[in-house]
């Protein structure tokens, strides 16, 4: 069946560093990507989608980028800071009752 | 700027006990979804409607019961509460098919 699976936390980084949060996933069809983040005691909320194959999703300068060849959609940014601390979650959606299905969630910590 | 309202946003059931999640939506967004979250995993899908009258199965529907009688609300049931459904709650809902979907703050709920 469709699985996702996205690299295990947490993640500690600096002010300023450079953030990859991998992401891979396992499709019969073409899938719909999707990364979502989840602030403490908050719901998830999306933060970037690529629908097919080669498109890049971009949001609050974090980008990933669709690749089908290697089944992945992995979580980019060039410079984080304390606010993107959170938990992100990769998903992806095959059929058309947009059901997602999820990895287990990597969470991030930004330490000044 | 409502979105999708959940309550309670926390409860204690014991073993056996039943209740009622309630989730409101004021988008008027044809599909609505419950998630469960348990802890360091991804959301699984429980229920999931495309439409007033119409409920789906998702990926761990045993223990629980929906109904989608308006287009607003979707409440899940459980029924016999067990340990094992010891979790966070998430309601979402989006408009169709390829649309973004919005989730709710959460219910934490304990069963002891």
């Known amino acids: 069946g469709n699985s996702v699976t996205q690299m295990e936390g947490p993640v500690t980084l600096s002010e300023e560093a450079f953030l990859t949060i991998n992401c891979t996933y396992t499709?019969?069809?073409?899938?719909?990507l999707f990364w979502y983040v989840q602030y403490p005691g908050e719901g998830l909320q999306l933060l970037l989608k690529a629908t097919k194959a080669d498109d890049k999703g971009s949001n609050k300068g974090f980008e990933a980028t669709y690749r089908k060849e290697t089944t992945s959609f992995h979580l980019e940014k060039g410079s984080v800071q304390v606010s993107d601390s959170a938990v992100y979650f990769c998903a992806l959606s095959e059929d058309g009752y947009n059901k997602l299905i999820f990895g287990a969630g990597t969470r991030l910590a930004v330490h000044p | 700027n409502a979105g999708v309202t959940q309550t309670p946003k926390f409860r204690i059931l014991k073993i056996g006990q039943s209740m009622t999640l309630q989730c409101a939506q004021d988008?008027?967004?044809?599909?609505m979804y419950w998630y469960r979250q348990d802890p360091g995993m991804g959301l699984k899908l429980i229920y999931y409607s495309v439409g007033a009258g119409i409920t789906d199965k998702g990926e761990v529907p045993n223990g629980y019961n929906v109904s989608r009688s308006t287009t607003e609300d979707f409440p899940l049931r459980l029924e016999l509460a067990a340990p094992s459904q010891t979790s966070v709650y998430f309601c979402?809902?989006?408009?169709?098919?390829?649309?973004?979907?919005?989730f709710g703050e959460g219910s934490w709920l304990t069963v002891v």
């Open positions: 979402a809902s989006s408009r169709g098919w390829g649309n973004t979907i919005y």
């Open positions: 988008m008027n967004h044809n599909y």
């Open positions: 499709a019969t069809g073409y899938p719909s």
